[in-house]
């Protein structure tokens, strides 16, 4: 009878052994397979983020080179304007300086006419 309890529980050990090491064996699987997949995400998303810096560093570059473009044209505006105010203001007077001129030279006119006629 001692012996067949021993060969029982020897049986017992040996079967609980062999669930062991299948289970040990399926976690190890699945541990390995998280790992995987884990690295895949890891790395997927690590690349969104690293494109998506990019993305940001090329638009702040070209934001900066689009004001600095804009600073260069309202400059150039600026300069066309001003020429065009020294070209446009002595016209403008020289027309109104011409206008009190004729005025004269109407009043003259007048008085020359006047003075003939005497």
Same mark, same amino acid.
């Given at each position: 009878m001692k012996m067949l309890r021993n060969e029982k529980e020897n049986l017992r050990k040996?079967?609980?052994?062999?669930?062991?090491?299948?289970?040990?064996?399926a976690i190890a699987e699945l541990t390995q397979k998280i790992k995987v997949k884990y690295e895949e995400i890891r790395?997927?998303?690590?690349?969104?983020?690293?494109?998506?810096?990019?993305?940001i560093n090329e638009l *702040? #570059?070209?934001? =900066?080179s689009n004001k600095?473009?804009?600073?260069?044209?309202?400059?150039?505006m600026q300069e066309q304007q001003d020429a065009n105010d020294a070209v446009v203001k002595p016209l403008q007077e020289a027309s109104v300086?011409?206008?009190?001129?004729?005025? *004269? #030279?109407?009043? =003259?006119?007048?008085?020359?006419?006047q003075l003939k006629v005497c």
């Amino acid at each position: 009878m001692k012996m067949l309890r021993n060969e029982k529980e020897n049986l017992r050990k040996q079967e609980t052994k062999k669930i062991r090491e299948r289970k040990d064996a399926a976690i190890a699987e699945l541990t390995q397979k998280i790992k995987v997949k884990y690295e895949e995400i890891r790395n997927y998303y690590s690349e969104i983020t690293n494109t998506n810096l990019e993305m940001i560093n090329e638009l *702040k #570059k070209e934001l =900066h080179s689009n004001k600095l473009d804009d600073g260069k044209q309202q400059r150039a505006m600026q300069e066309q304007q001003d020429a065009n105010d020294a070209v446009v203001k002595p016209l403008q007077e020289a027309s109104v300086e011409l206008e009190k001129l004729k005025e *004269k #030279k109407k009043v =003259h006119d007048k008085i020359d006419g006047q003075l003939k006629v005497c």
